[in-house]
């Protein structure tokens, strides 16, 4: 891209959607490029922020004739993920979700809301509040002012039953690359009463298409929702050491495939726990790191944690109601002799659990946020694998990780978010980005722990926009495949290139 080239199409953009759409100032340029990542930051050509679907495509159109890519973000909170920063330096940061910001609809009958990529899970919260609190949203444990659709195009998850967050949303709206706007599902048919609550209809579905991927530029959908139950009874665990994760999976698993338990279950290590509240303490450690096991401990104590913490919660008329369950479920637990049990009050005035209980009761909540800073410095990346539900492999894969991260000086802080078949492994990893040397240990950490868990038969999931290009390298076939669909649908590569490694 050449100067005279950029400077032709801000210019063409801003006649053609208002200089309110259009920033290309060096501030704007560095805190759209910027981010938490090893990779570092991005150079950004500039940002045009569209206040319509007609604003989307034209910035589309006037990319490829003056050949500019795109770079399409909602509200940019992909902390540790990459935030507004595209995977390649010289893209032209789309922030959608500025201007674009409506709640269009919310049906409470059908349960659906219809947003446009600037709602965020806090303003969506509150805009069910203000109309009686009829439904409930499912919200992330992360940034509260996160996008509805941002965080589900890029297969983001919540811990209510509606927690597959792409699996809620129906009849997209699409921007493709020439220009043209897709409506998907029953919404192919002009005026379908079905669009927003059938996405199975006729041939092949391509909502998936849209996930994780640069074939196309989401503008609005509705997004699904449950409606709120009277009560919402948490439960806790803590369980001491860190072996007993085996047990854990094992007694968690068939709560879920058999329903008992409406909500996932997470199953939150001791640092992931505590690291939401302190941070690192190299005054107990001398300096050194990574956390050692006694003062790791000693942490543990101060908190009122466990080696491992486990919560979910129950849906009922009333809290007497679902009284009978809970005892249930401390059969279960207890039954293990490894066990202690914390109710739904204490949940409620036990900041570490209020964060889960928050998450079960589709609350948005900002507590968890402090993870971000357990280590100096601002960096932070996701390592995101899934594992299957079997005590035994959820443990090798413990062992695993925490062998690679405590060589490379980093902790293990990891939730295990369980489902009936998977679980998903949130490993943050914490880092000081301002240390060349951590940085280095932290890119060689996240090499190693990609290559163990691919041999191991654990293949990552959503993946940090720097790590995104190499990590489709491991998958030939999906390469080929994914880039020549990309270039039927987006010939001249126009939107986000790169994006997921498609090319
Ligand atoms: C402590 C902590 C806890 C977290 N907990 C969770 C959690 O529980 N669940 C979870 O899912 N995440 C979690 N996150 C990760 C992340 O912060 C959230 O997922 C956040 O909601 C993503 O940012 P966003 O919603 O602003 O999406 P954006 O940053 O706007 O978008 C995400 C990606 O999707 C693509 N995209 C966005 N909008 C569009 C569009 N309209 N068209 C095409 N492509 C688009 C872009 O490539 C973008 O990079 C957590 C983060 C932290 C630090």
Redesign the pocket.
Known sequence: MSREFSTEFFSALESSIGPDGVDTTPEACARYGSNRLPGGDRQVAGVVMPATTADVAAAVRLAGEHGMTL??????????????SPVRSGQVVLH??KRMNRVLDVDERLGFAVVE?GVTFWQLRAELRARGDKLMLSS????PE??I???A??R???YTPYFD?FGMLCGLEVVLADGSVLHTGDGLLPGAATRFVNKSGFGPLLDGM?SQSNF????QAAIWLMPRPPAVVGFAFTFPEDDDLAEIIELVRPLKLSNAVPTLIKVTSDVYAFGTRCTYPFERTGGAIPLPDTVRRELREQHGTGAWTVTGALYGPSAEAVAPAIERIRAVFEGSGRATYHPHDRMLDDPLLRIHLDTFSGEPTDS??G??NWRPGGG?TWFLPATPMIGEVAQRQQELSRRILTEHGFEYVVEFVCGPRAARALH?IPFDRSDPAEVARMNAAYDALVAAHDAAGFPIGRTP?DRQEWAMQRLPQFQDVTSRIKGALDPHGII?PG?YGIR
Do not use: C, M, R, Y
Request: hydrophobic letters at 40%; charged letters at 10%.
């Open positions: 770079w399409p973000t909602s509200t940019g909170q992909n902390l540790g993920l990459g935030e507004f959608l979700g990529p992330t444990s992360g940034p996160g996008s659709l941002g965080n195009l890029d983001g998850a919540g967050h849209f196309g530029i989401a503008t968890e946020l993870l971000l932070a943050i926009v986000a994006k």
